[in-house]
């Protein structure tokens, strides 16, 4: 993952006007950005949320095309196995919309107990329908075919009652 990562920032920095041996410096530190636990945040209905699906008997399973320390952020940020699975492209080697990533996060459940909830139309949105998944957009105003559009993740709850 980050070998490829590395080449394509050393592309960007290329076309931000800087030379070779620049990019190559340049390029393995934002990696190190990437993985500082203080750029990251939670939204504040995030913990309530999650606590009201669990309490519905819901697994939550956090989906996510993202770096292979994925889990080490997330368990800084809500602390350890607070998700009951999580499935990131940079460990599973597959990208949503895929298929397969999203059998993964599925496991044994059938689409029609789950719910894709993302705030990419496409990866998100389109990767969840194209598993008949029922669909929840959320913080973004982007046309999407979602089932669902939230403003915040509270209202998610009243969706799955």
């Known amino acids: 993952f980050w070998p490829f990562m590395e080449k394509h920032f050393q592309y960007v920095c290329s076309h931000f006007g800087f030379n070779e041996d620049e990019c190559k410096t340049i390029a393995p530190e934002v990696r190190k950005y990437i993985l500082r636990i ?3 945040n939670i939204y504040p209905d995030t913990l309530e949320t999650i606590a009201k699906c669990r309490e519905k008997g819901y697994r939550v399973v956090l989906l996510s095309n993202n770096f292979p320390e994925l889990e080490w952020i997330v368990n800084q940020l809500f602390g350890e196995n607070y998700f009951d699975d999580i499935v990131c492209s940079g460990v599973c080697g597959f990208d949503k919309p895929r298929r397969e990533i999203f059998e993964l996060a599925m496991g044994d459940a059938s689409p ?36 669902f559009v939230c403003e915040n993740l509270i209202e998610i709850v009243d969706i799955i009652e």
């Open 112 to 147: 029609d107990e789950c719910y894709m909830v993302g705030d990419n139309p496409n990866a998100d949105i389109i990767g969840g329908k194209n598993m008949d998944m029922t669909t929840i957009f959320v913080h973004k105003d982007l046309p999407n075919e979602a089932d």
């Open 38 to 40: 203080e750029n990251y």
